[in-house]
């Protein structure tokens, strides 16, 4: 059974809508496929719609933004409740932070570069959540770059002039706001060091003991060495291990069932989570 865990669409970053996400993730070979827009569920019903015609299973989750230590945290939720208001307040609150972040950001830029935020509303089209990669994919459109990677290595990066901070839960209120909902956490590429800066060890012990209940080890961003290292630490706190692609479409080189999750992981979450896999 091939399983990826980490998608996302154009209810947030991705190129594809939800339904196109699942028919590439059957096209790709994929049994099941778990859309994760960023602060967002609201490509959950498409995409459970198009799992039903297109006949692979369906995990419905959200890429939950958050903070440790001054460092930017992602937190897979998988099969939560969507209406709880434990997470969606914080959901939203990350959402209108999001926006906002995004506005100053591009005003920044465009001191310098041909950019407006009309440019940016022309790429993010009906995303719910307007951020950042919406903003590389204005500046690729005006010929400011080549491509998003490039965007965010020259010009969105985080310690760039351009950065502006925004507003996140700390990790541990996120874990338990997820936990809350009824949702199981995942750690998202947690060793993606190329990214910038990564938490320490002892950050998944903070994390263990609000709910988390595991790490995504096998993601393209991860090296042989991050790979070990966040097994061990799964390991011994007895959390579980996922892999995934983290697919955006056309927005990044990532591919579909690039990385997979083991069934038994799968099963595991399903019997913690309170909504439940759309299978067809």
């Known amino acids: 059974m091939r399983i990826d865990l980490h998608t996302h669409s154009t209810a947030s970053d991705g190129t594809q809508a939800p339904a196109d996400v699942v028919l590439s993730a059957g096209r790709a070979g994929l049994d099941v496929v778990a859309l994760t827009d960023h602060d967002t569920t609201a490509g959950w019903a498409e995409a459970a719609e198009a799992a039903q015609l297109v006949g692979v299973a369906l995990v419905r989750g959200t890429e939950v933004s958050a903070r440790s230590r001054g460092i930017s945290v992602h937190l897979l939720s998988y099969l939560q409740d969507p209406t709880h208001p434990a997470l969606l307040t914080e959901l939203d609150k990350t959402r209108d932070a999001r926006l906002g972040r995004a506005r100053a950001i591009v005003d920044l830029l465009a001191v310098d570069h041909p950019i407006t935020w009309d440019d940016v509303l022309a790429q993010a089209k009906d995303a719910v959540v307007v951020g950042r990669p919406h903003i590389a994919d204005a500046l690729v459109a005006r010929g400011v770059v080549p491509d998003r990677d490039a965007a965010f290595a020259r010009l969105l990066r ?30 998202a590429h947690p060793g993606a060091d190329a990214r910038g800066r990564i938490v320490p060890d002892a950050v998944f012990d903070e994390l263990a003991a609000a709910g988390l209940g595991g790490i995504e080890v096998h993601h393209r961003d991860h090296s042989p060495e991050q790979r070990a290292r966040l097994t061990a630490i799964a390991d011994r706190l007895g959390l579980l ?32 989570g309170v909504t439940e896999v759309i299978r067809p």
């Open 241 to 272: 291990v996922t892999g995934s692609s983290d697919y955006h479409g056309d927005g990044k080189a990532n591919r579909l069932g690039e990385n997979l999750t083991e069934p038994a992981v799968l099963a595991a979450i399903e019997e913690q």
């Open 158 to 187: 985080a310690d760039g002039p351009y950065h502006v901070p925004h507003y996140a839960p700390a990790a541990p209120d996120a874990v338990r706001a997820i936990r809350a909902a009824g949702g199981v956490p995942v750690f």
